[in-house]
């Protein structure tokens, strides 16, 4: 039976790097999503090269962070509530997840506003038509199609995001002073170069994708024959730690390689243009088209699409992870409408509001600066507590974080401690 099982374990050693890529790679792609691509063109458009820079500064402490959740679903077989649930006071508990659900909702808004007005400009039509369309196409994909099936296609989503790097390749950029801004930055202490950065630390950091990601290895070991939590069958550990490890990487990479893309193509444009005050991602993609043409244009317009349809999904799916692990209600994409009710209740509540804020009219830079700022609130008691869980062999038993990654950890804990006291500062 050993041998059995080790030569289980050798063969998912061997397995093709694309195969190891999924929930990192999934997560590290959805924190592109229309409302972060809003903060990197404000970013590029407003100080040109002069905050690249911190796209760098992020890339590790995503890393570190991620690959924590990620540890934890998959070690324990449950999802960040879940954990906090059975080791820390309930108060904090919902306070953390009611907060997540605001956040994640005014999100989702922003996000479907954005996607529907990218519509708009390359198709023309009605924006408040295509939000409920996205939306309903979302709840369509998300109750419907079986988790198995559903994985695959949100990673296909993910090469939208290739679009911004084509948005790179169709503009001027001169590659050594992109790389002097990048490397040698002119950093200020002016109030809103402080803002933007302490905005594009928030999006790059978000509370949603700790719990998308812990889920996401929870979802991904229950439909896999034979994958047990790794507190259950330790034989396991190396080919799964590894792999966690390496789709991380690779999205959290990903992730702030087209958020460098976005930047920088609107530095070289936009910013150079005088055009410095950018409201959303919609507004940057139209303001590219008489600067960079309409091919430029057309690949800005058709990623914010394209990201949207996948951090949607995301957004709504997280909270109702969430939620569900709080109340002990049954969870999972793998689960069919009739066995988790209340799961897809959350889902598709928070969507609905979402479409409902649109409709509603809210000013979707309002509804940004909201996010942002309940993210930031809730990131730090989260990564606490995401730090203090890793760290407990009661929890994760003989797989605690390493030294390494716990002081990366931390770390991210200091940095996100710091900017929220900075953003609460800038705002009051």
Known sequence: MASDTEDEEAERTHVPLIKKLGPGLVTGAADDDPSGIATYSQAGAQYGYGLLWSVLFTTP??????????????????????????????PLLYFIVLLLLAANT??????????????????GGRSEIYDV?????????????????????????????????????VVHVSLWDSLVGTLLPKLSTDGSYLAIFVAV??????????????????????????????????????????????????????????????????????HAAGITDIRSAAQAAD??????????????????????????????????????????????????????????????VATVLGVAIDLYGVDSMRMLVWAAIVNGVISVPIMAVMM????????????VVSRRLNVLGWLGVGVMAAAVVAMLALTI
């Not at 949603?208 to 550990?237: D, I, K």
Request: glycine share 8%; net charge positive.
């Open 287 to 348: 303001a590219l088209r008489p600067l960079a043409g309409q091919f430029a244009f057309l690949l800005f317009a058709l990623g914010i699409i394209g990201t949207g349809l996948l951090a949607v999904p995301i957004l709504a799916g997280s909270a109702a992870y969430a939620v569900s692990e709080t109340f002990r209600w049954p969870i999972g994409l793998g689960l069919t409408l009739t066995q988790a009710r209340g799961f897809y209740a959350i889902l598709t």
């Open 106 to 123: 005014i999100n989702i808004a922003a996000d479907l506003g954005a996607m529907g007005d990218a519509l708009v400009l390359v198709a």
């Open 201 to 270: 630390l928030g999006t790059t950091i978000s509370p949603y994708l700790f719990f998308w990601q812990a889920s996401q290895e929870v979802e991904e070991q229950r439909a896999t024959p034979g994958h047990e939590p790794l507190r259950e069958a330790p034989a396991q550990a190396r080919s799964h730690l590894a792999r966690i490890k390496v789709d991380t990487t690779l999205g959290m990479i990903y992730s702030n390689l087209i958020a460098f893309c976005i930047m920088l193509t609107t530095a070289v444009t936009l």
């Open 388 to 399: 203090l869980l890793a760290v407990n062999p009661a929890v994760m038993g003989p797989f």
């Open 61 to 90: 402490l995503m890393i570190g962070i991620q690959v924590v959740s990620a540890r934890i679903g998959r070690v324990t077989g449950h999802g960040l509530a879940a954990n906090i649930r059975e080791r820390f006071p309930a």
């Open 133 to 169: 369309l996205f939306a309903l196409v979302s709840l369509t994909l998300q109750i419907f199609i079986p988790f198995p099936r559903y994985a695959p296609i949100l990673k296909w989503l993910t090469l939208a995001l290739f679009a911004y790097v084509g948005a790179v390749m």
